[in-house]
């Protein structure tokens, strides 16, 4: 029996008060097994315990959700008894470490979320944050980070068709990779992870068990030192190819009747699996762990209940059914032991070489785990700093070609051009505009697909970045005609134990959860990654929201290009005042302001304007649209352009010459740009009245040129070679084996 | 028990680029007389046989069959125990 | 038509391929596991693109040594044709019914876009659907494309009218700039001696459908349809 020593305690990541909870539990002293089991149940990853109590603020439900937080992935019907499951997860801690495995197991790890309740994954994307592009880390993190999520996601078989890439110095450090999947399921046959059935065989599958990841959930509780480079052994290797072939075999399986339970083994490995199906399902346990197929010899009962290796499922099968599974899985080479059994009562029981190394109650451990309401400190408020402060831009075409060209705008061809976008032959739109459209196999349907976050409105006033970052990916997925349905978010912040970053987060949250209501958005399934901190320097509060919709038909839907000559351009949503500029890339950019509050997100707006937008398409009135996001509605206009590989013309009819920056460049929120053929244009405008929303034209397209009306023009082909030479040139050097 | 190492590398003529871009690294982290970089691949195979000429005859023909593209690869096989 | 589609652990535009296949040949193929030693009457044998398993040791080499593998070269010899699309033009030239190897991408990354072809013999079968000199467009997405041959092999096969896509410009111009993954002479797809098995990098399977952004496809499988009969 190994001493339980204080070090020993604290090594665990577990507090003194942690430790007596679990003595008064026991009633005894834990084996090193079962402190290690305490250790990852109740770490922050798995527990949740700075930031449960702010999560029950966000809504859940809606006539659409199926299931929402709790279980593996949310749920959502969208209707002819089909259903989509998914659900985004941070990965960040490791693919700093070690950014091709890192980045590779965020993958393998949420497509096992999804497909663990019975749906074939048809989509991934993935919201990257990393240092300042000139930080001498970034562009090894970078090839890293996208390699891997390539590698794995391109031999899994599904492709990777949209997110995000930021770049600031405030994640020099630490990195951000936030991973989502997609999944298309049955309605009918959605298979979840509470356990049933005394007597039942507990069956693993997938592959061996060997000594990766120990105590990786711990090191995503923690945060970094300059030790961190010392602890590479903790990052596990993904097997894309295993994972694929278990997709395939979990498949098969569920299309019969065999499964009772099924839950993937992610995080504290077959520790935390194990023990969510028997506290969910109310039953005990009894392992033996002598049955855990292992890839080393010598591995003790530590090691097996810890060990983080890929790649695994663990299942509840019904007892007649065990020889129908197992040769389905013997069929696709994967490994598939009995290693216990669903016991009645409260306790969970495992055996190792002849000795009880794990004698635990169920419940009080899965849902005892401390919930802390940690204190936060006011931040202060940001001053509002209106645009007439702001240094107006003399030649609004060169600011235009400077923020085209900057990390923040520049085209991010050179990621997704290295994941494979187009398998599974469904995508209907590709990645680069505002969502991605994914149709479902063999109907007329699509699914929208987006994730949005700007963490810059975040760290100015948290209420507004929360929200914002909602109704961002609302009007993403909106702009191409879909019906937003629900959401998934991934919420990375510092230092909770800070009240600064707790108040972030408590005010993220609260933006998040109004936003979520007024447009009937809710949260389905989640993910929280705190103590993103080096040397006490917190990153940006970055909560990464990823969101789903419904396109009813995918004859009527839109994309940002545009598509003929001689079409009218019109703004929707545009608000009464000069324009926002504080916290806009303009401001920072190119006036060098980083101060000021960020532009308000009045939520019945965004509905109101969001809605007439998206019956425009849905009507087929309208194809071309975006919305206006970073940067303003020049660079929107730009990216419109670009993508249709056409020129236009905007007037600046009625903008006083002091407010043009703000027209230009304003960063105010609930718009989009349409493109209609001219003849219509009046029809539209007469429509949005009636709607009670603003609308007018702006301008043209036509031509190869982007024009300013009065001031001057420049070539499309010259501000290409701008957007799209940026990310290339910086990443140069051909990529090297690591 | 019989160890067989089996070095399967490009034939001289095949462009690398993996080469060239750990050569072009090196040259860029300040080791500066590297003069070529090539990539190969290195196999380490326990085989139950013991006799030492039929140990290499069977490891001849995995290179032939499976371990080495013989188009773009050639192999070298080293026995030990 | 009777079409089949080979599929291995890890093959992952098999469905992809049998989409295309039941459109053009007005039913849907079989779907033939690795570990089958004998085939079905067929009149196309489909190697499909993904993974096979992993592509560990070199892409398509595991997959070449499956016993399915047999069967269809021998059923190649009998004349019945053979179309192995990006995974599937590996393993062919693994399994020795293509020459040449394909190798890394020359800029060592894994590449997915659209690119243009130049159809550069249409009088056999697999390009039946094209004209002579006619420029296509469909996507690539691949770690190892780069098709590699010793220049006899390649003198050998241009002039037997062997190389039957070229990777080119928009203009239809075959150079470097044209060439997206360092094949040499530009070579995306080829055919054997004797004319029955194709082997092609780029996946006409992918653009097979009006919605997904692109039509060279159909007229790919129509075309090939129509000349075996």
Excluded at chain 3, 176 to 196: E, K, L, M
């Amino acid at each position: 029996m190994t001493q339980i020593t204080p070090a020993l305690i604290a090594e665990h990541g577990l507090s003194e008060d942690e430790y007596a909870r679990i003595l008064a539990m026991l009633g005894r002293p834990p084996s090193l097994t079962e402190l290690g089991v305490f250790s990852v149940m109740w770490s922050e990853h798995c527990s949740y315990k700075s930031s449960k109590r702010w999560l029950k603020l966000l809504p859940t439900k809606a006539p659409w959700v199926l299931c929402g937080p709790g279980e593996n992935a949310g749920v959502i019907d969208i209707g002819d008894g089909q259903a989509i499951i998914f659900k985004m997860e941070s990965h960040n801690h490791p693919s700093f470490i070690e950014p091709y495995q890192g980045a590779a197991t965020g993958v393998g790890g949420i497509l096992r979320d999804v497909f663990t309740m019975g749906a074939r994954p048809i989509a991934n994307l993935n919201a990257l944050r990393f240092g300042a592009a000139d930080h001498p880390k970034t562009r090894h993190l970078l090839a890293g980070v996208v390699a891997g999520i390539g590698g794995y996601g391109n031999c899994v078989g599904v492709p990777t068709v949209g997110g995000e890439c930021g770049f600031d110095a405030g994640y020099n450090t630490n990195i951000l990779v936030n991973a989502m999947t997609v999944g298309l399921a049955d309605a009918g046959r959605i298979f979840y992870s509470a356990a049933a059935g005394p007597g039942s065989p507990i069956v693993y599958v997938g592959s061996k068990t060997g000594r990766d990841g120990i105590h990786g959930a711990t090191m995503a509780s923690a945060e970094f030192s300059e030790e961190a480079e010392a602890k590479r052994p903790t990052v596990q290797i993904g097997d894309p190819f295993t994972e694929k072939l278990l997709i395939e075999a979990c498949l098969e399986l569920m299309a019969t009747d065999a499964i009772v339970a099924i839950q993937d083994m992610g995080a504290a490995g077959l520790t935390s699996s194990s023990f969510e199906m028997a506290a969910k399902g109310k039953v005990g346990i009894a392992l033996d762990l002598d049955r855990v197929p292992t890839r080393e010899t010598g591995m003790t009962a530590y090691e097996i209940m810890l060990s983080e290796s890929q790649e695994r499922m663990l299942m509840v099968l019904k007892p007649e059914r065990e020889a129908l599974a197992r040769a389905i899985f013997e069929k696709w080479d994967l490994d598939f032991a009995v290693i216990g059994t669903i016991t009645d009562g409260d306790r969970y029981v495992a055996r190792y070489q002849g000795s009880v190394v794990i004698d635990l109650p169920v419940a009080p451990l899965a849902s005892a785990a401390p919930e802390y309401d940690r204190p936060q400190a006011p931040l202060p408020a940001p001053a509002v700093i209106p645009a007439a402060a702001i240094a107006p831009a003399h030649d609004p075409l060169a600011a235009l070609q400077q923020l085209m060209g900057s990390p923040d705008l520049a085209s991010r061809r050179w990621i997704w051009e290295q994941y494979d976008h187009m398998v599974m032959a469904d995508t209907v739109q590709r990645p680069g505009g505002d969502a991605a459209v994914v149709r479902v196999h063999g109907t007329a349907k699509g699914v929208a697909l987006a994730c949005d976050c700007t963490p810059r409105y975040c760290e100015a006033e948290p209420v507004t970045g929360g929200r914002q970052a909602v109704a961002e990916t609302w009007r993403n997925l909106t702009a191409v005609g879909a019906r937003p349905l629900a959401i998934t978010n991934c919420l990375n912040f510092g230092n909770p134990e800070k009240p600064e970053i707790m108040a972030q987060f408590a005010g993220c949250l609260t933006g998040m959860r109004d936003a979520c209501e007024a447009l009937a958005f809710p949260v389905v399934s989640g993910n929280v990654s705190l103590y993103n901190e080096t040397n006490g320097v917190a990153i940006p509060p970055t909560p990464t929201i990823g969101g789903v919709g419904l396109i009813e038909d995918l004859a009527h839907t839109a994309s940002l290009a545009l598509k003929a000559a001689g079409q009218a351009l019109i703004l929707i949503g545009g608000q009464e005042g000069p324009g926002w500029l504080g916290q806009s890339l303009y401001a920072r950019q190119i006036a060098g302001l980083n101060d000021g509050a960020p532009p308000p997100v009045d939520l019945a707006h965004e509905r109101r304007s969001g809605d007439f937008v998206r019956a425009l398409i849905q009507e087929g009135r309208v194809a071309t649209c975006h919305d206006i996001a970073d940067g303003g509605l020049l660079v929107a206009v730009a990216e419109m352009a670009l993508a249709g590989n056409m020129g236009l013309s905007l007037t600046l009819e009625g903008i006083a010459e002091a407010n043009r920056h703000a027209w230009l460049f304003g960063e105010d929120q609930g718009r989009y740009v349409i493109a209609c053929p001219a003849t219509e244009a009046a029809a539209v405008i007469a429509l949005s009245q009636r709607a009670g929303v603003a609308a007018c034209v702006i301008g043209r397209t036509g031509g190869s040129e982007l024009t300013l009306e009065g001031l001057g023009a420049i070539s499309l082909a010259g501000l290409r070679d701008v957007h799209e030479g940026w990310m290339p040139g910086l990443m140069a050097a051909p990529a090297t084996e690591a | 028990m019989i160890k067989a190492r089996v070095h399967v590398g490009l034939k001289a003529g095949v462009l690398d680029p993996a080469g060239k871009a750990v050569e072009h690294s090196l040259h860029a982290l300040g080791f500066a007389g590297v003069r070529g970089v090539r990539t190969a691949k290195s196999f380490e195979l326990v085989l139950e046989e013991t006799d030492a000429v039929k140990a290499r005859a069977a490891v001849e023909a995995m290179c032939q069959q499976l371990l080495a593209n013989t188009v773009i690869e050639t192999y070298r096989i080293d026995l030990e125990g | 038509m009777n079409t089949g589609v080979i599929v291995f652990p890890g093959s992952n535009c098999d469905r992809d391929v049998a989409v295309a296949l039941a459109r053009a040949a007005g039913r849907p193929p079989v779907m033939v596991w690795h570990k089958e030693t004998a085939l079905p009457p067929l009149d196309l044998i489909v190697v499909p693109g993904g993974f096979s398993f992993g592509d560990y040791l070199r892409a398509g080499a595991i997959a070449a040594h499956s016993p399915v593998i047999r069967a269809v070269k021998d059923r190649a010899a009998t004349g019945v044709p053979v179309l192995g699309i990006c995974n599937g033009f590996q393993v062919l030239t693994e399994c020795g019914l293509l020459p040449g190897v394909l190798m890394r991408n020359r800029d060592l990354r894994f590449i997915c876009r659209d690119v243009d072809l130049r159809v550069d013999n249409a009088a056999w079968r697999f390009t039946a659907g094209y004209r002579e000199g006619q420029v296509v467009r469909m996507p690539i997405a691949h770690n190892e494309g780069n098709y590699f041959a010793d220049d006899a092999t390649l003198d050998r096969l241009e002039g037997e009218g062997q190389v039957l896509f070229r990777y080119c410009t928009a203009e239809g111009v075959v150079n470097d700039a044209g060439n997206p993954n360092g094949s040499q002479r530009n070579i995306a797809g080829i055919i054997n001696a004797s004319r029955t098995v194709l082997g092609m990098m780029p996946h006409p399977e992918r653009v097979a459908d009006p919605d997904l952004g692109g039509t060279d496809g159909i007229a790919f499988f129509a075309g090939l349809m129509t000349a075996l009969q």
